[in-house]
């Protein structure tokens, strides 16, 4: 029986394998809090400015235009009326009228006084038409358009000179309606007078001017 040699290494006696420890268990890290979400602010619109209020003379100047506009209706109605009051007279002149550029054309009375109720309807239409635009003017005046200033400025200019004849001619007019109309001209002419001297006072010119406006609104 042979002794086994301490230098072979077959022979020497291996170490024992021991099964390693198992490592602790790591602990789980802790959860993390959520990162604050930074708000961050809508983007807003700039105020809206105040809306200038027109001043007294302009609101004045505004009611005293509205009271031409319905002077003008009167006198559109008064004038019609005074003319389908001598429509007789209007007939027997467009019949002559007629056969003196041709003679061969036959009118009789009574188609020519159709004719003049026809012209005297489409009268009233465009008299009312144009009032509604005249008071879209003044309302675009009081709102400050400095343009519907100066066109208002213009119209009651006019009618003062239109009314210049009626003041030296009304006693010589006859007929309650020509009276009306007359009448209604001249008012209207000095309600005219009184809106544009209004117009054009110096808080009136701040209020129309686009500077100063501009400035009202910062």
């Not at 619109?45 to 003008?72: E, H, I, N």
């Not at 008299?127 to 343009?147: D, E, Q, S």
Request: hydrophobic residues 45%; glycine residues 10%; proline residues 11%.
């Amino acid at each position: 029986m042979t002794t086994p040699s301490p230098q072979d290494p077959q022979q020497s006696p291996r170490p024992s394998q021991d099964p390693q420890p198992p490592y602790p268990a790591q602990q789980p890290y802790p959860a993390q809090q959520p990162y604050p979400q930074q708000q961050y602010p809508y983007p807003q619109s700039p105020p809206v400015p105040p809306k200038p209020q027109p001043p007294v003379d302009v609101v004045t100047a505004f009611q005293l235009l509205c009271g031409v506009a319905g002077l003008g209706v009167v006198n559109l109605f008064a004038t019609l009326a005074t003319a389908l009051g001598d429509r007789a007279n209007f007939a027997d002149q467009l019949v002559r009228d007629v056969r003196a550029q041709d003679e061969t054309v036959e009118i009789t009375r009574s188609t020519a006084e159709g004719l003049l109720l026809i012209g005297f309807g489409l009268t009233a239409v465009l008299g009312l038409i144009l009032t509604g635009v005249y008071l879209l003017f003044v309302f675009k005046m009081r709102a400050g358009r400095n343009w519907a200033r100066m066109l208002v400025t213009m119209i009651g200019v006019m009618t003062v000179f239109v009314a210049i004849p009626t003041v030296f001619g009304l006693g010589a007019v006859g007929g309650a309606a020509a009276v009306v109309a007359g009448g209604a001209g001249i008012l209207q002419a000095v309600l005219s007078v009184g809106a544009v001297v209004l117009m054009h006072r110096a808080d009136s010119n701040r209020y129309f001017m686009p500077g100063v406006k501009a400035q009202q609104q910062r």
